[in-house]
């Protein structure tokens, strides 16, 4: 909430630029999760110490459905902009001078249609009842991480294992590029009289980018062992654990994914703010004495 505030409130000049613009968004997709997990922690402390008596109810209930939706659309678009953005990047870095870059009407659309595909995802298990996804667990989720059959623990393996798994491989594969290009084309960018500045910002926002992707890595990389684990073998993740993974996964890669991009440029505008601050008081002391 406050990455997204910072940037409608101090950074909006610049909301129209692709890579702010994408960021954003995932900002917007970190929020719905953060929606997601007071929607379980409220039911938690509602039902903390009776929750027996109703986890079959609340597993069927419309707010649970609600809640899975959320998560899982939250997830998957969460995946779609950092993609996204690795994409925006590689292009910036590898043609600096744009000539190959996303248009104004491409981002728009390529927006649109990670919001329209991560809402198709996550709505399909609740309008379908031979899905039923979101009721399998208590955290109304459907990561296959539990031994099952039929055709919801198809569409969960298929989407949070297989597909997430390709995503994950593309987005390591653009950012390997990107580190390429950057080592590849640095002295050809010299020769071409790229000011050094240009080079470094974007040089910087690829390893902040990098940082973004590594603790993707770091909190979903265990769940996918889990859910491998699960597909191939007779192993089951015990409840306690599962809900364990979940009160810790969801909540650090939410939250890790807007500060990582946000409070740099917070504390540089900070910076520089305090900076024309006292360069505006030495100007004012200097005309006083004179």
Known sequence: MIALGYRILFERATLHLTYVLFVTCLGVSDLLMGVYLVIIASVDVVYRDVFIVHEHSWKQSTLCQIAGTLATLSSETSTFFILLITLERFLTIRFPFGEHKISNLGKYVLISVAWCLGALLSVVPSIYS???????????????LRKSFGLAWTYSVTIFLFFNSFLFVVIVTGQLSIFIAIYRHSSKFKTENQTSARRADNITVALKLSVVVLSNFICWF?????GIRTVVSDYEVRRETYSWVIALVLPINSALNPILYTVPRIYTFWKNFNNRKTKHTHGSNVSNIK
Request: proline residues 10%; glycine residues 4%.
């Open 130 to 144: 031979d899905l039923a996804l979101y009721s399998t667990s208590e955290m109304c989720l459907g990561f296959p």
């Open 222 to 226: 265990p769940v996918c062992i889990m």
